[in-house]
């Protein structure tokens, strides 16, 4: 009787630590879907930015074309690649910073609303999306531990819960895009 209660209390312990290591991937998942909106917010506005400096800096074109180049890329992968990505968008934010100083050298541009607009908006979905990182890679530090740590770490093995990689923010001293 007393070896049953004992099994009895050691199955219900195991489903506790089960059910925890789920919850930890779900929020996991749920913050990295968090990011890919933004992401794809920010990919929507791109189309409209580089039509918008086309028409003040047409013989830039090789600064539009990366940009558009490394958003079809980004847009490409799937979004279960976080540390594709994570790469892949860090390139596209690194593009867009050389297009940002673009304006620079053209003040019409820079005076342009629409293009002004375009930037503002772009600036508020680059700090969404380092809210939203921010939040991911705390998930992802909650579920690394639960997966590492004992006694979970006999659960997790077996049912096939792996670490998250965490997010991580390239360095570039001149882009004034976050990612």
Known sequence: MIGLAIAAVVILYLIF??????????VKEEAWSGIDVQLKRR??????????????AAHEK??????VALRNKAQALPASDVAGRAAAEGMLSQA?????????????????????ELQQSLEEIESEVQMARR??????????????????????GPFGFAKA??????????????W
Not at 17 to 26: H, T
Not at 43 to 56: F, H, R, S
Not at 99 to 108: R, T, W
């Open 17 to 26: 630590i089960y059910n925890g290591l789920v919850k930890a991937r779900q």
């Open 43 to 56: 990919a929507d506005l791109i189309p409209n930015l580089i039509e918008t400096v086309k028409g003040y």
């Open 62 to 67: 090789g600064t539009l074309e990366e940009v």
């Open 96 to 116: 867009l910073g050389k297009l940002f100083a673009l304006a620079e050298a053209y003040p019409d541009l820079k005076a342009n609303q629409n293009f002004s």
């Open 135 to 156: 939040y991911y890679n705390g998930a992802a530090h909650d579920l690394n531990v639960k997966v590492e740590s004992f006694p979970s770490n006999f659960i997790a």
């Open 165 to 178: 990689a965490f997010l991580r923010s390239p360095t570039r001293p001149t882009a004034p895009c976050r």
